[in-house]
């Protein structure tokens, strides 16, 4: 099952590796951009090859495109054998990521950080460069980007096209950018349910405090599973003939999203 959760900590504190992996996160991104200095980009680089290579697994945001930093982070990184998966920020060109993707170890991927206007437009070749494992949406830095102001219906064509793009590439379902109040539970899980609503299957997380409520919305309710059990033993029991769950016919399409359901959920059919 894709990831649901992945946990920023900066690169630069090492300190906090293993922690974050003790949050429960499904998965840890090394920072090496927006959460690390300047003048400490180099030390955090080499505080996140030192621990790749002395066995810690991870995935790492590089540095944008551009800046002096970017090629350095990316030839560093691909000697790691605990490297999991590059997040390119700003991604806007599949060429750049085809030339990441030569370079990366049998089982690293790419999740390319979608925070421009122009990364938007080229959301398809993106989609589709090889080892891109799935789309993740930069809310915060599009918003800046495009000049949109708020993150809710402003935001729905958007998200909705990533979700769209992503299932004609036949990768897997997008992430979602983070939500920034860290005390706010109820917030966070109102737009991860929004997410969720909107064929999304991932958050990104800023703090270890807010990987439960990211895990508790993307959690199929009990009423969804229960409803789910019965179209699957409905279909079980009429062996393929057309059959009734709660006054409903169960076609394809509904035995599909039960199937969702229970896998969302971590049960084994």
């Known amino acids: 099952m894709a990831a649901r959760s992945y946990l920023f900590v900066p690169g ?3 300190e906090r590796f293993e922690k974050a992996y003790a949050s429960g996160t499904d998965a840890v991104i090394l920072d090496l951009e927006d959460a690390v200095a300047t003048d400490l980009k180099v030390e955090a680089r080499d505080t996140v090859t030192s621990w790749l290579n ?3 697994r991870a995935y790492v945001r590089i540095n944008a495109r551009g800046t002096e930093w970017y090629q350095n982070d990316v030839t560093n990184l691909m000697k790691c054998p605990g490297l999991l998966g590059i997040v390119v920020p700003k991604a806007e060109e599949s060429a750049a990521l085809v030339k990441i993707s030569k370079e990366l170890s049998d089982e690293a991927v790419i999740l390319p950080l979608i925070e421009s206007a122009r990364g938007f437009a080229n959301l398809q070749q993106i989609a589709c460069t090889p080892r891109v494992e799935r789309l993740v949406f930069g809310t915060l830095d ?3 980007d495009t000049g949109i102001r ?7 064509y958007f998200r909705s096209q990533l979700t769209l793009v992503s299932r004609l590439a036949g990768i897997a379902a997008p992430v979602d950018g983070v939500t920034a109040s860290l005390d706010d539970g109820d917030l966070l899980r109102q737009e991860t349910l929004r997410a969720r609503n ?6 990104l997380c800023i703090h270890p405090k807010q ?6 919305a993307f959690q199929p309710s009990t009423e969804e599973v229960d409803w789910a059990n019965r179209v699957l033993t409905a279909v079980n029991v009429s062996k393929g003939a057309v059959t009734v769950v709660d006054g409903k016919m169960v076609d394809v399409p509904v035995v599909l999203k039960a199937r969702d359901i229970f896998e969302s959920a971590g049960i084994t059919t």
């Open 12 to 14: 630069n504190r090492p």
């Open 54 to 56: 002395a066995g810690g």
């Open 142 to 144: 599009f918003q800046v």
């Open 150 to 156: 708020g993150d809710g219906d402003e935001l729905v």
């Open 198 to 203: 909107l064929g999304f299957r991932g958050k």
């Open 211 to 216: 990987v439960p409520h990211v895990h508790a």
